[in-house]
Nanobody
Framework: QVQLVESGGGLVQAGGSLRLSCAAS????????MGWYRQAPGKQRELVAR???????NYADSVKGRFTISRDNAKNTVYLQMNSLKPEDTAVYYC???????????WGQGTQVTVSS
């Protein structure tokens, strides 16, 4: 079982920055891929960015050049640095991690990001 604790959401003006964190813990855990997803009201959940254990990243086109995903394997923590935020980035952001031992995916509880114009 993996427990995830997210933090860092909030309200920010357009053009501002926020940093999200998601820390994973549990027994028999080797964290593989880690990622951030978001879901805006009335829309489907979508991938924002993800990172492999070795550090390979990929991003949604809408956030390329503005968001940066990173991870600290020693702390089993993934980060999302969000710069130049736009009102359309407003959503609940969820982290997702994969336990490489079991292959199971785990989701965080979600953190609200609101960007005002």
């Amino acid at each position: 079982q993996v427990q995830l604790v997210e933090s860092g959401g909030g309200l920010v003006q357009a053009g501002g920055s926020l940093r999200l964190s998601c820390a994973a813990s549990g027994s028999r855990v080797v964290i593989g891929d880690m990622g951030w997803y978001r879901q805006a009201p009335g829309k489907q959940r979508e991938l924002v960015a993800r990172i492999t254990r070795r550090g390979t990243t990929n991003y949604a086109d809408s956030v390329k050049g503005r968001f940066t995903i990173s991870r600290d394997n020693a702390k089993n923590t993934v980060y999302l640095q969000m710069n130049s935020l736009k009102p359309e980035d407003t959503a609940v952001y969820y982290c997702k991690v994969t336990n490489s031992i079991t292959g199971y995916d785990y989701w965080g509880q979600g953190t609200q990001v609101t960007v005002s114009s």
